[in-house]
């Protein structure tokens, strides 16, 4: 028999229940509210958890052991060995916390040098101009024009070419943090400092410990 903590002389009353906290497996202690003054559990009583909480000792839960809803059913009451289940969503409280855990940023070659052949150029073809390049504060000529290598490793050498073989423009990233993404900007200007033709050129992309691509695209004027 758990006996209950009353405020009220006929509150304290035994009970042959057991209410135990299945977080804790601890029994918990429960206060009835004799509606009828029975003293004993009977419908239309409320039972009330009493628990710790924090450094106080309060009222937690409050069940009310009511008859069914719709009065034409009869209501089956508990018998000796039942056992009643409740699960709650239970509010946070002071004591409560968060426990995170993180990891450092890595390079898997393995699986870098699968992903070789996503690498790309947008736009291709480069027409005359792309979407997002600064629009020219003159009022005549053109603004910054740029294209961008992306799905890169962290590491690699970029080497492009014309489509004869001659080296227009060597590109270097080197990501180490690994914060600044898979891509790279070029913007069409050459080795010696001038605009490139159009035409189709071919880029050559080494990354040490991974691999290597080639690719190709085109710049139309």
């Avoid at 937690?60 to 809803?69: A, D, E, G, L, V």
């Avoid at 390049?133 to 740029?146: A, H, M, Q, V, W």
Wanted: some cysteine; proline content about 7%; hydrophobic content about 35%.
């Amino acid at each position: 028999y758990d006996h209950t903590v009353a405020t009220t002389p006929y509150n304290k009353i035994p009970v042959n229940y057991i209410i135990t906290d299945m977080n804790t497996g601890d029994t918990v202690k429960s206060e009835i509210i004799d509606a009828d003054k029975s003293k004993s559990l009977t419908l239309g009583d409320d039972i009330i958890l009493i628990q710790p909480i924090g450094s106080q000792v309060k009222y937690s839960w409050r069940i009310h052991y009511q008859p069914p809803f719709n009065p034409a059913l009869s209501p089956i009451f508990p018998q000796a060995g039942d056992i009643f289940r409740i699960y709650t969503k239970k509010p946070f409280y002071s004591g409560d916390y968060f426990s995170f855990t993180t990891k450092s940023s890595s390079v898997d070659n393995s699986l870098a040098g699968k992903s070789l052949s996503n690498i790309s150029v947008v736009p291709n073809p480069y027409i005359s101009t792309a979407s997002w390049e600064p629009r020219s504060l003159y009022p005549t000529g053109r603004g910054d024009r740029k294209i961008d290598f992306i799905n890169l490793p962290a590491k690699c050498t970029i080497k492009i070419y014309t489509i004869a073989g001659a080296l227009v423009k060597t590109l270097y990233k080197d990501d180490s943090n690994l914060n600044n993404g898979g891509s790279i900007s070029w913007n069409l200007i050459s080795e010696d400092g001038m605009d490139v033709a159009y035409g189709i050129y071919l880029f050559h992309v080494d990354a040490p410990g991974i691999g290597e691509y080639i690719g190709k695209f085109a710049v139309i004027k």
